[in-house]
């Protein structure tokens, strides 16, 4: 949707998705993050951040404080920034594409708020969710790889050095990690040697966060386990727990 708005010459500088007040609104200012708020099921949560106006190169302080939810909603962003950078949703990805949509337009942000108001209502059906599937090994190694390319092209280009504030960007990584992880056990009928060679295909290197979001010492061992290289060990752990046929 966003792709083909982009372009449209009725739509102003500014493309919204939310209702944002005009004190945001000032030259520099290339894009508002909003808190939102999910109604699903008769339940309320809230996405809250920490309020923060950041220039130039000072990224650090967004991620420092907050770990942000990469959809596109709740976002305020500044047209001319999109195009001048060419900037769209990459339409050859199944799952992901707003994260890299996201990150690539911070790093080619000069200025950001993220506002502490909840401007942004997001009332779910209960339904399933296209974030709940999961894809071939390959589509989800696939779009692992593109987020570790946004990321660290924001850490790049935003000189970013704060170790909460990469701790927090790599948590992103190992969100789509963990899912092609699960792609070697759940998406794909292979053999121990298929699954072998899938794992050590994944790239362990510079991760201070790998896989496993959850804490406990199963997650523990395992992303270790990854970053030792000892595939075979984690793949019997992984396997007894699988149920791989």
Known sequence: YINKIIDNKVFNELI???PISEQHISDGIDLVISNARKICCGRTTEERYHPVTVWGNDFDAIFANNVLHTSPWSKLYRRSVLQREGLGFPEDMDMGEDAVFLLTFMADSEGVVVSGDADYVYVADGGGSLTKKLYSFGKEKYMSSRIDAAVDRLIEEKGMVSEKALFNLNLIKSLYRERAL????FSERWGRKQRMDALRSIDTKGLRVFAYRD???RPWLLSHLLKWRMVALYDFV???ASSVR
């Open 16 to 18: 919204f998705t939310i």
């Open 182 to 185: 699960d792609a070697v056990y």
């Open 215 to 217: 804490h406990g010492f």
């Open 238 to 240: 992984r396997s007894m």
